[in-house]
């Protein structure tokens, strides 16, 4: 079931830039841009992709960031712990790119 679902943290930014708010929220695969551009119809904050990991590992983030959650259920502080999380997802997608690049071209040789 793991390609089934993407769990993804996106960041809520003010007027100013600055980070206020991480919403961790699940979509189908492939239609996290869909999702969030839904989201952003309603919201007077920019809405960035930080992080796209797949599978459904949503409700394992909400426990484990439970106490940053703010008012609002799927959101949470930006706090140093899930933005190590959101580097080390984001360097993980970024090497496992690099190692599929090295197949790709060794397969075509």
């Known amino acids: 079931m793991i390609g089934?679902?993407?769990t993804y943290f996106v960041g809520l930014y003010n007027k100013r830039?600055?980070?206020?708010a991480i919403k961790i929220g699940l979509?189908?695969?492939?239609r996290t841009a869909s999702r969030i551009r839904n989201l952003q119809t309603g919201?007077?904050?920019e809405l960035r992709v930080l992080a796209i990991v797949e599978g459904s590992l949503?409700?394992?983030f909400h426990r484990q960031f439970a106490g940053y959650r703010?008012?609002?259920g799927e959101f949470f502080k930006p706090a140093p712990a899930i933005l190590r999380l959101?580097?080390?997802?984001?360097?993980?997608?970024?090497?496992v790119a690099q190692v599929e690049g090295e197949t790709t071209k060794e397969g075509s040789r």
């Open 4 to 6: 089934l679902r993407e």
């Open 17 to 20: 830039g600055n980070l206020r």
């Open 27 to 30: 979509a189908s695969r492939g």
């Open 43 to 45: 919201s007077v904050d």
């Open 58 to 60: 949503e409700r394992k």
């Open 70 to 72: 703010m008012d609002k």
């Open 86 to 95: 959101i580097e080390d997802l984001k360097t993980i997608r970024h090497l």
